[in-house]
């Protein structure tokens, strides 16, 4: 840690238009996001050496320490360089967020949910599945079954369609649904993929289908300071655009690499359930139809979340077909039942 703060105090002094051009030097396709971002070369106009900017020394301070990464510091300062230069900035929203919390008087974290209504947010509730998981704690280490939480596709896409129509808009049609027409003009008939995919049933496809992938990737994190990590999927459209990976792919699971039971070392399989529950979860999003049963078909209670909503379009006249799976070969060939999705 010391050394950490030595590095942010070796570079503190460098004035805020210096800083960002020294990052972009030193870390690959930074100019390209400046530009994209509208943060252009003239930009970086000489400033008085006399006022040291606190925005980049706190910025610089939590990457040395570990809270930010270098992306979120690209944007954090980006933004700061757009307001700079917009004629017709105003402080009155920004002021708003540094009052929040009232300098450590009152709690910052209660503050922002109740000003930004984050307790009102409409994303949906996990699925809780119970599934076998090794405890390597334990003595002797042994396998227990606990539940873990994921994310449904078709709970996602619901609720962006219902309450984000916009986010929907661009995350899932590209913008619109003509972009989704579009798609279907430009795909080779004679695909692989399409030749017998019972998306081809319905005669509205080219119309009202979205196609979706699925990436999976280990995502490295730390516990205790030890490096550890994480099996990872999210869904995304082919069609997605917007200004970051968080606008175009969405978590479904995370799972720590250390806990998960494979066949071949502990009898049992961790990922063969979720997988399961996954592809029972992409085949309602084929029919664009809540199940009204659930992946163990049985109904679900009549009173709750998902059975409240069984028989109901899940976004409209839209339905989603699975067209893509990206990951590397690690990932696609640690568990054989990540074949089962496809």
Same mark, same amino acid.
């Given at each position: 840690?010391?050394?950490?703060?030595?590095?942010?105090?070796?570079?503190?002094?460098?004035r805020l238009d210096g800083a960002i051009e020294s990052w972009a030097?030193?870390?690959?396709?930074?100019?390209?996001?400046?530009?994209?971002?509208?943060?252009?070369?003239?930009?970086?106009?000489?400033?008085?050496?006399?006022?040291?900017?606190?925005?980049?020394?706190?910025?610089?301070?939590?990457?040395?320490?570990?809270?930010?990464s270098s992306p979120q510091v690209y944007r954090f300062a980006q933004a700061g360089l757009r307001d700079m230069h917009n004629t017709d900035f105003r402080l009155d929203e920004l002021e708003q967020v540094a009052r929040i919390g009232d300098g450590g008087l009152h709690n910052c974290v209660r503050n922002f949910r109740k000003i930004y209504e984050l307790d009102a947010s409409h994303m949906p509730d996990p699925l809780d599945i119970c599934v076998p998981l090794w405890d390597a704690k334990n003595t002797?280490?042994?396998?227990v079954y606990e539940n873990v939480s994921i994310l449904l596709a078709s709970d996602l896409i619901h609720s962006f369609y219902n309450f984000y129509p916009a986010a929907f808009n661009d995350s899932f049609l590209g913008g619109g649904p003509e972009h989704v027409a579009e798609y279907w003009r430009q795909v080779n008939p004679n695909d692989p993929r399409l030749i017998s995919h019972p998306l081809r049933k319905n005669p509205l496809f080219a119309q009202f289908? %979205?196609?979706?992938?699925?990436h999976g990737d280990g995502v490295p994190w730390k516990?205790?300071?030890?490096?550890?990590?994480?099996?990872?999927?999210? %869904?995304?459209?082919?069609?997605a655009r917007g200004l970051s990976?968080?606008?175009?792919?969405?978590?479904?699971?995370?799972?720590?690499?250390?806990?998960?039971?494979?066949?071949?070392?502990?009898?049992?399989?961790t990922m063969?359930?979720?997988?399961? %529950?996954?592809?029972?979860?992409?085949?309602?999003?084929?029919?664009? %139809?809540?199940?009204?049963?659930?992946p163990w078909g049985?109904?679900?209670?009549?009173?709750?979340?998902?059975?409240?909503?069984?028989?109901?379009?899940?976004?409209?006249?839209?339905?989603?077909?699975?067209?893509?799976?990206?990951?590397?070969?690690?990932?696609m060939f640690k568990d054989q039942c990540v074949i089962s999705i496809l």
């Open positions: 840690m010391d050394a950490a703060i030595a590095q942010w105090q070796a570079t503190s002094e460098h030097a030193d870390h690959g396709g930074s100019r390209q996001s400046l530009e994209i971002a509208g943060v252009a070369d003239d930009y970086q106009q000489p400033v008085s050496r006399a006022y040291k900017s606190d925005l980049y020394d706190e910025l610089t301070l939590d990457w040395a320490m570990g809270l930010l002797p280490p042994k396998v289908c %979205v196609p979706l992938g699925i516990k205790s300071g030890v490096g550890q990590s994480l099996n990872m999927s999210t %869904v995304f459209s082919l069609l990976t968080w606008d175009m792919i969405f978590l479904l699971w995370a799972i720590c690499n250390d806990i998960i039971c494979t066949l071949l070392q502990h009898g049992v399989d063969g359930p979720i997988y399961g %529950v996954g592809q029972w979860d992409f085949w309602q999003l084929l029919t664009g %139809v809540f199940d009204p049963l659930d049985e109904p679900w209670p009549p009173d709750s979340y998902r059975g409240r909503r069984a028989n109901t379009r899940i976004a409209g006249d839209w339905f989603f077909a699975l067209l893509q799976l990206r990951s590397d070969l690690d990932w």
